[in-house]
């Protein structure tokens, strides 16, 4: 099955996609999609949910699991952010894609057995578990690969 996970955000969105058989999971891609501060806030989400159908058509995903939001100390930031989950679920959704949700907390829990852990235990547990071969730098595509994870879980 491939799963395709993803970090919402309005200026970041990271995804990826991770194939599993069984409890066996393999690293199949990811990447970073990215809104230019310069563009209207309308026009974000529109360039979000393009790029996003553009994955889906590539990845082909049996189901999808994305981050749900579990705070935010900026309220501007937090309402921007669930309007990019709003237009990455709307877009999953017309792409008939199952989505499931789960918190940050919930996500660090599973992978590292610490629902407090830092990132960097979670990257290296994703590093490990997927065996991914090259070096990600971008937290928020770690993020997205350790929620594919949850599926297998």
């Known amino acids: 099955m491939r799963i395709l996970g993803i970090d ?16 066996v999971s393999t690293y199949y891609d990811c990447g970073l999609i990215t809104t230019s501060r310069t563009l209207s806030h309308q026009k974000r989400l529109e360039v979000l949910a393009g790029e996003l159908d553009i994955i889906i058509k590539k990845t082909k995903p049996e189901c999808a699991v994305v981050e749900r939001l579990f705070f935010a100390k900026n309220k501007k930031t937090a309402l921007a952010v669930a309007e990019a989950r709003g237009a990455i679920m709307l877009t999953l959704s017309t792409s008939n894609v199952p989505t499931r949700e ?3 907390m919930e996500v660090k829990m599973a992978v590292t057995g610490n629902g407090r852990a ?17 070096d990600i730098k971008s937290d928020d595509t770690l993020d997205a690969l350790a929620l594919c994870l949850m599926i297998t879980k």
């Open 8 to 23: 919402p955000g309005i200026e970041r969105i990271g995804w990826g996609a991770v194939d599993t058989v069984g409890s």
């Open 102 to 104: 789960f918190t940050p």
């Open 118 to 134: 830092e990132k960097k235990q979670v990257a290296w547990m994703v590093h490990n578990i997927l065996k991914i071969p090259t």
